[in-house]
């Protein structure tokens, strides 16, 4: 069966940067992007931003240029997020999902399996 | 940017009873919209995308409806294990994929 498997809770202080891993398994790692999605505490869903896990092409939000990368490690079947100079307001619920679509080099679908979540707290 | 705009924030209903849920695009979506359940400490489920595709294991109590800028998402008879908060999003201009703010479904 398909899963994600994100990598644990963080805390970081203000100005530093965090890396958040995504483990797939149950399907082939290539044939879908993965995006991410974040949930500040009480709040909505935020979309971050996109990769192929074909070709490695990205796409991310405006707000967030700049600040994040997302990478693949097709050797591990592992997604990456890093988020730079992190501020309090980067505190939430990080999330990996996945293409609910066959993909290559375009991310604009729904998500139809989600990682558990990475709480990364920012805090001095 | 497609905002997405969810109403009521909060809706309370009675088990057993229907639950109707709303979503508005600010331009037209045509049908490329989901919704989502989350529960307390969960990630989001994937319900229904195309507007009205079931995704898998998803019961038919659950349906959804709509295209261009109007959305329902519609709970035909609540069980217990409905009541969280369901977001739609829309990912036909994209990038970014945007969802809207949720709405939190409660037992009255």
């Known amino acids: 069966q398909v899963q994600l498997v994100q990598s644990g809770a963080e805390v970081k202080k203000p100005g530093a940067s965090v890396k958040v891993s995504c483990k797939a398994s149950?399907?082939?790692?290539?044939?879908?992007?993965i995006s991410w999605v974040r949930q500040a505490p009480g709040q909505g869903l935020e979309w971050m931003g996109w990769i192929s896990a074909y070709n490695g092409n990205t796409n991310y939000a405006q707000k967030l240029q700049g600040r994040v990368t997302m990478t693949t490690d097709t050797s591990t079947s592992t997604a990456y997020m890093e988020l730079r100079s992190l501020r309090s307001d980067d505190t939430a619920v990080y999330y990996c999902?996945?293409?609910?679509?066959?993909?290559?080099?375009?991310?604009?679908?729904?998500?139809?399996?989600w990682g558990q979540g990475t709480l990364v707290t920012v805090s001095s | 940017e497609i905002v997405m705009t969810q109403s009521p924030a909060t809706l309370s209903v009675s088990p057993g009873e229907r639950a109707t849920l709303s979503c508005r695009a600010s331009?037209?979506?045509?049908?490329?919209l989901a919704w989502y359940q989350q529960k307390p400490g969960q990630a989001p489920r994937l319900l229904i995308y195309?507007?009205?595709t079931r995704a898998t294991g998803i019961p038919a109590r659950f349906s959804g409806s709509g295209s261009g800028t109007e959305f329902t998402l519609t709970i035909s008879s609540l069980q217990s294990e409905d009541f969280a908060v369901y977001y739609c999003q829309q990912y036909n201009n994209w990038p970014p994929n945007t969802f809207g703010q949720g709405t939190k479904l409660e037992i009255k």
């Open positions: 331009q037209s979506v045509s049908s490329n």
């Open positions: 999902a996945r293409d609910g679509v066959y993909s290559g080099s375009y991310g604009g679908y729904y998500f139809d399996y």
């Open positions: 195309g507007a009205s």
């Open positions: 149950g399907y082939t790692f290539t044939s879908y992007g």
